[in-house]
């Protein structure tokens, strides 16, 4: 299996891929961790780690009989630094700047499982590109491509932490390589000491519940006041604790063309996003990682963002939205979110309006968002 591993190997880095590894299939050993972090109701309302977490145990829940887990990285950092941002603007995290990459990974292990079958038409394999439970950080390190640093993202020496991962397992017995025993973050805190919101209970420990990426991108719903008024800008993912992280400095950038940055992400306008028709929204979500929040969430972030920064220029599109029946509960009850913390009597009085609203969610909004603007009128900023 030697010349048909090297050439595997080959065929990866020919596709585009920046690195590849490859680890036996085994039960991996940060497995009980992942249970204590479940256990400790750390992954806040992502229950499907919870449902899918058994799975996670060992590799061949998703390839019966699998032998090696081919581990692949590829670079999406773009150099483009995320300097400060417009009044109009939010972050969006550097993830979703191009095309979703789960599509551009997938189409490209789908054609190095095609190579291994026409070398070996016996083997079986499967793709994994966060779609079945893996536990791919630990699978990346086993496979020699780098380690889990304190925030829990994996880091290579060379590439840095602004990388996707992808996964192929197969029956077959490749040769694997040695795991990345050690640890590079020496007494480095900086991704701890940087997170805006102090998700991080120590080395490793990241708490969904304070985590700005979960409530951003994960969350359905409303945002508790808590949460909302600490989204410090982002309005899709955040990407602090890996943008202060030194092994980023010297990254290079990406190498495949179909993860290019698309200019729509790397500053929105958010006032543009509120008052965005459907079809536009389709368009812009068609195709992108940011769509996993979808268009409500994606509002809903915006507004939130726009309420803690307290504009007055932002009250007439966020009014529009509150003011729009026919508008998802939870853009309207951030609307009015929103409005409750910029001065002025025109947010009060768009909030007055709505104080019989007949959706529960977006009255009970109202209701907060009136007693906050009228203790505090000058607003929170
Ligand atoms: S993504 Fe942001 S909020 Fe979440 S742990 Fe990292 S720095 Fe903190
Ligand atoms: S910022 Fe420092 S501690 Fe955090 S992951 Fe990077 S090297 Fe490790």
Redesign the pocket.
Same mark, same amino acid.
């Given at each position: 299996m030697d010349d048909l591993t090297a050439r595997l190997k080959a065929e990866a880095l020919r596709l585009g891929f920046n690195r590849v590894g490859i680890a036996p299939a085994v039960s991996p050993p940060g497995y009980p961790n992942f249970l204590r972090w479940l256990d400790e109701g750390r992954e806040a309302g992502m229950g499907y780690l919870r449902r899918n977490g058994p799975a996670r145990e060992h590799p061949d829940s998703i390839l019966e009989g699998v032998r090696s887990v081919v581990m692949v990285s590829v670079v999406y950092g773009s150099k483009r630094p995320v300097g400060e941002i417009g009044p109009r603007s939010g972050k969006v995290a550097r993830y979703a700047w191009s095309d979703d990459y789960h599509r551009v990974l997938w189409d490209k292990l789908g054609a190095l499982l095609d190579w291994l079958r026409a070398e070996h038409p016996e083997a079986r394999g499967r793709v994994v590109v966060d779609t079945a439970p893996l536990l791919e950080r630990d699978f990346a390190r086993l496979a020699g491509l780098g380690w889990i640093?304190?925030?829990t993202?994996l880091?290579d020496r060379h590439l840095g =932490?602004f990388t996707f991962l992808g996964a192929l397992l197969t029956d077959l017995e490749l040769v694997t390589d040695r795991p990345h025993e050690t =640890?590079?973050?020496?007494t !480095?805190?900086? !991704?701890?000491d940087?997170c805006p919101t102090g998700a991080f209970d120590g +080395?490793n420990r990241l708490d969904a519940r304070r985590c700005i990426s979960y409530w951003t991108i994960e969350h359905r719903g409303p945002i508790p006041d808590f949460e909302a008024g600490q989204l410090d800008g982002w309005v899709f993912g955040c990407d602090v604790?890996?943008d202060? !992280? +030194?092994?980023?400095r010297k990254a290079p950038g990406g190498r495949m063309p179909e993860l290019e940055p698309r200019s729509e992400w790397l500053e929105p306008d958010l006032f543009g996003w509120l008052d965005e028709d459907q079809e536009t929204w389709r368009a812009r979500l068609k195709g992108s990682a940011a769509s996993r929040a979808r268009r409500a969430g994606l509002l809903r972030n915006a507004a939130l963002v726009l309420g803690a920064r307290g504009g007055v220029e932002a009250v007439a599109a966020l009014a529009r939205r509150l003011d729009d029946r026919e508008e998802d509960a939870t853009v309207r009850a951030a609307a009015a979110w929103a409005l409750g913390r910029i001065p002025g009597d025109e947010a009060r009085e768009a909030i007055a309006r709505h104080r019989d609203d007949e959706d529960p969610v977006v009255r009970e909004a109202v209701r907060e968002a009136a007693a906050r603007s009228t203790e505090d009128p000058g607003g929170s900023g």
């Open positions: 640093g304190k925030n993202m880091i =932490s =640890s590079h973050c020496g !480095c805190t900086r !991704c701890l940087a +080395p604790c890996q202060v !992280c +030194p092994w980023n």
